[in-house]
């Protein structure tokens, strides 16, 4: 382990490093860890999206947009280009979108995780960023890291081995 | 939604968790052959990050059963254990020998970890149905040995769409000075409240 920070991102919850460091998120089931990187101005986002539309949302005027796809994935480019990143360099990974229990995957609602991934890629198609990995689907959580130095994704879990993407 | 529960309407969630997991304490301590201790069901609703920690964080390895409750007012049910915990009701109730790795288990030990969590989390429910006269029927029960947040999350989704937090019942069990330790966590849908106050003859503004 290095000294340099960390920054932790919770559940629908998302974050923006500059630098070296790493972002990191962890315990993800059918949620999907999205990371964005540019790896010219070194500026590397990561939200940990829960579901894949704010169109079934019923917030009201507080609507946490990290935790749809459809509005985490604007708001962590929007901020990304605040720190210096431009969307023409941008190279998208993720991880996540299992479907953590066999029967749920019986009912179109319960197939949340395949939903998420589907929903991502679309939008970051939308951007025209490409999508440079991912490790998707399984029946397994997931703790993803990612390095703000070089773009690499670290992905853990509980009996499968460490990927880096 | 939910910020405006008055205090006897948590009172008769706590009711609701108190009947469910005492029934399924004295499920388990038939299995056990030994006296189940329950702590006081906690109501709360808690910020999603909160309630992994509930059981050690998002990336502590639980044991879980999970169950949708579908009938008259849907809901999502887990029952969660440590590996250390599993590890010992296995040894006590069906003789099995503890392996050494603790986060290892044998298809064995899968299958019979799966049917105790089926009979309690079956006896929660049945008891909770009786008492509510609610038509509540679990489906068939799933087991995941997985870190805390990608398990829990899944019965959170519900309220996802809703706000940033879940309403819970928690109510945790021991056995043997903490060496047996678990946790039954019922999160009925957010529009499954009102069909249980009303069913229980609680007022509803």
Not at chain 1, 20 to 27: C, D, E, P, R
Not at chain 1, 89 to 100: E, F, L, N, T
Not at chain 2, 100 to 110: A, G, H, P, Q
Not at chain 2, 145 to 173: H, N, Q
Request: charged fraction near 20%.
């Amino acid at each position: 382990m290095t000294s340099l920070s960390t920054v932790k991102v919770g559940m629908a919850d998302l974050g923006v490093l500059v630098g070296a460091g790493s972002l990191k998120t962890t315990g993800l089931g059918s949620c999907v860890g999205l990371t964005l990187h540019d790896p010219v101005a070194r500026v590397s986002g990561m939200a940990h999206i829960m579901l894949p539309t704010s169109s079934i949302a019923r917030e009201g005027s507080n609507l946490n947009k990290a935790k749809y796809a459809d509005t985490a994935i604007p708001e962590l480019i929007d901020r990304m280009q605040k720190s210096g990143a431009m969307t023409s360099r941008m190279v998208g990974k993720m991880a996540g979108g299992a479907q953590m229990f066999a029967f749920a995957a019986t009912s179109e609602s319960m197939r949340i995780g395949p939903r998420n991934v589907e929903s991502c890629k679309a939008i970051l198609a939308e951007y025209g960023i490409p999508l440079k990995g991912e490790d998707t689907g399984g029946n397994y959580g997931r703790t993803i890291e990612l390095l703000g130095d070089t773009g690499i994704l670290i992905i853990r879990s509980v009996n499968q081995h460490i990927k880096e993407l | 939604m939910f910020e405006h529960l008055a205090d006897f309407q948590m009172d008769v969630l706590k009711e609701v968790g108190n009947i469910g997991a005492g029934n399924a304490a004295t499920a388990l301590s038939k299995l056990l052959d030994k006296p189940v201790d329950m702590q006081v069901p906690k109501v709360n609703l808690l910020p999603f990050e909160a309630i992994t920690n509930i059981v050690g964080g998002s990336e502590q390895v639980v044991i879980a059963i999970f169950l949708r409750v579908v009938g008259d007012a849907p809901g999502n049910m887990f029952f969660v254990i440590q590996p250390a915990s599993a590890k010992k009701l296995l040894e006590r109730i069906a003789g099995l020998e503890i392996e050494e790795e603790e986060d290892r288990f044998s298809e064995m030990e899968y299958s019979a970890l799966h049917e105790i969590g089926n009979i309690l989390a079956g006896s929660y429910l049945s008891s909770l149905a009786d008492f509510t006269k609610l038509s509540l029927q679990p489906t068939v029960p799933s087991l995941a040995v997985d870190m805390a947040g990608a398990i829990l999350s899944f019965g959170l989704m519900e309220y996802g769409a809703m706000g940033d937090r879940a309403l819970l019942i928690d109510t945790k069990f021991l056995e043997g000075q903490d060496a047996v330790e678990g946790h039954f966590f019922l999160i009925p849908d957010p529009e499954s409240f009102g069909k249980m106050f009303a069913a229980l003859g609680v007022p509803v503004e």
